[in-house]
């Protein structure tokens, strides 16, 4: 089964930038320019030291686009035409959004390239780098529970698209995506340390600058997981049938 939504995830991108020259490459230089001009600016707005903030700001970025694009398409998980067409497992379609935008981001990540070549001297590839395949393994796996989820609410009110999309730019501003947790003083650290974009981010952020997520951050992605299997597995049996009629 996961040749077929690997295949189709590879062919919806495939046809979004078919007749393109760089193909899905323009994924790269749009998020390297993005991160280049959000890092020199916000750099100096925030007067942070830019061999350090870089590296920071990039690995968030690129965990960041992926987190808050799978969110954003999940809200029309299940509205493809094929579900009324086709019988075909429901969680193949969750998992089509899931591995496609996986393969992107690892198109993506070659904007770390440079970081590590112009800041070698404070971010360095080592071993902890590695952990990124299980912290991409953590948020595939939180992506097809809290998927299944969205999905049936957006098949159900169509409205949740548009307030999602709301609220994903709240989130971000609240997320430490840009700017460095250390600015906040003690009493507002409850801001980050609750979220749990946050801890998804950093099981991504932190392999990428060479270092290991905290027992903070292990600790509220083990219980967001465990809520988001445990809600799944109780909505979609549930609510399986339904789905169908609501497309």
Known sequence: MWRIWSMLAYQDIKLRYRRSVLGPFWLT???????????????????????????????????????STIVLEYTEGFSDGLIKQIKLPYSLFIHRIACRNIFIFFHNILVMVPIYVIFHHSVKINLNTLLVIPGLLIIYLNAISYGLILSMIGARYRDISQIIKSLIQVVFFITPVMWDPSVLGSNRKFIFEFNPFYALLQCVREPLLGTTPSLKSLAMITFVTLMGLLLCAKLFSRYRARIVYLL
Not at 54 to 60: A, E, I, M, R, T
């Open 29 to 67: 230089i749009s998020m390297g320019i993005t991160v280049g001009s959000m890092g020199y600016l916000y750099g100096h707005l925030f007067h942070m030291d830019l061999d350090h903030y870089y590296p920071f700001l990039v690995s968030g970025m690129l965990a960041w686009s992926l987190i």
